[in-house]
């Protein structure tokens, strides 16, 4: 069986540097760290479950102890990229008990006036707790600024402001996985079609992702400019390879796996004397 390759995890291998950002320079179809067939992914993907169903037990558990530590992946592409294919076969592997998932649709007029990191604040994940976002804050630098939807000052202003937040996040014990699913235009368009000539898929079409296609080159230059200018060391942009269904559901997984590694957490000990609650057990 393919396997991933060891010189380097998959966060080094797909994270964004710093600098500027040309995401022309990616290749959709490119399946970085792991060479094999879609049904060796596949099945490498099912074997990744114990082990970070295992790392999401110990997370939970420090989290139901004291501990202040969460995980928070942010899911963000183009129409059709796959944001819920992840969740599905990702968060598949893991306790629903220690997740969190939120999907963002247009804030509503109360939540506007709130201000547009309000409703995000309401979603993060407790101490313990793996979030996931279907969408996100960034939505306020993307759709926002693609379709003038507020005065370029407002927009601008965003990226430090987001950047504040993820800070903020980061020093109360958020870990951010910020992943960029890129899928190129002709494999939205295959999708797009998939879901037409398919009565079950109908509900999932909208007429207006046939609008937002033809504002493509805008949405590929806002995203340049998040991922460029929102891409610190304490939340980082990874972008993933995604006109593989099979492929982006591995590497987002994987890379899920490698930081709950480097998190580490610990069974808690036991705040009771074992041996009397054995005894105590015993005589009942």
Request: hydrophobic share 35%; net charge neutral.
């Amino acid at each position: 069986m393919a396997k991933q390759k060891k010189s380097e995890g998959l966060l080094g291998q797909l994270r964004v540097p710093s600098g500027p950002v040309d995401l022309t320079k990616y290749d959709t179809r490119a399946t970085p760290g792991f060479s094999g067939t879609k049904e060796e992914g596949k099945v490498a993907l099912e074997e990744l479950g114990a082990e970070v169903s295992d790392w999401q037990e110990r997370l939970f558990a420090e989290g139901r102890k004291g501990g202040q530590r969460s995980v928070l992946l942010v899911l963000q592409g183009m129409d059709t990229s796959g944001k819920g294919g992840v969740i599905r076969h990702g968060a598949g592997l893991m306790d629903p008990q220690g997740l969190r998932i939120t999907s963002f649709k247009a804030p509503t007029p109360a939540e506007k006036r709130r201000g547009f990191l309000w409703r995000i604040r309401q979603a993060l994940p407790g101490p313990g707790m793996i979030g996931i976002f279907d969408r996100s804050h960034y939505e306020d630098v993307l759709i926002a600024r693609v379709r003038n939807l507020v005065a370029p000052p407002v927009w601008n202003r965003r990226y430090e402001q987001i950047n504040d937040f993820e800070a903020e996040l980061a020093a109360n014990g958020v870990t951010l996985l910020k992943y960029f699913l890129h899928i190129s235009p002709e494999e939205q368009k295959t999708r797009l079609e998939a879901r037409l000539d398919d009565p079950t898929k109908h509900w999932k079409y909208n007429p207006g992702d046939v609008d937002e296609r033809e504002l493509w080159p805008a949405y590929v230059e806002a995203y340049h400019a998040a991922l460029e200018r929102c891409n610190g060391p304490e939340a980082p942009w990874y972008v993933i390879p995604s006109d593989r269904k099979w492929y982006r559901n591995w590497a987002v997984t994987t890379i899920l796996l490698e930081t709950l590694r480097s998190l580490d957490p610990q069974w808690p000990i036991a705040d009771f004397d074992v041996t009397t609650e054995k005894k105590r057990l015993a005589s009942t």
